[in-house]
């Protein structure tokens, strides 16, 4: 099982840009499909996006499309989350995840591993 840990957080004006990172410990950090969630104050959490063992297959939700970029290094055992365009509706925890199986299982939330989470602030 891995153990992530995220950074990257902080406050941010509209428009702007974050990269988070998130760090995975263990050597089998390569065959899990890892995710991006996040819940703001009050919310529940939500899927961001997801990315396969590989790299090669991605996939987001529809209010960060176009505007965030899931990727990873399995060589730096570390998966990215690049948010441009930023909107202060953005403002919430992330929080990493890791699956065993796919995409899918980490978009339905079958999940093996979550980080602590960071914090994103938008401010418009």
């Known amino acids: 099982q891995v153990q992530l840990v995220e950074s990257g957080g902080g406050l941010v004006q509209a428009g702007g840009s974050l990269r988070l990172s998130c760090a995975a410990s263990?050597?089998?950090?390569?065959?899990?499909?890892m995710g991006w969630f996040r819940q703001a104050l009050g919310k529940e959490r939500e899927f961001v996006a997801a990315?396969?063992?590989?790299?090669?297959?991605?996939s987001y939700a529809d209010s960060v499309k176009g505007r965030f970029t899931i990727s990873r290094d399995n060589a730096k055992n570390t998966v990215y989350l690049q948010m441009n365009s930023l909107k202060p509706e953005d403002t919430a925890i992330y929080y990493c995840?890791?699956?065993?199986?796919?995409?899918?299982?980490?978009?339905?939330?079958?999940?093996?591993?979550w980080g602590q989470g960071t914090q994103v602030t938008v401010s418009s």
């Open positions: 263990g050597r089998t950090f390569s065959s899990y499909a």
């Open positions: 995840a890791a699956s065993r199986r796919n995409i899918a299982a980490v978009r339905s939330m079958d999940l093996a591993s």
């Open positions: 990315i396969s063992w590989g790299g090669g297959s991605t």
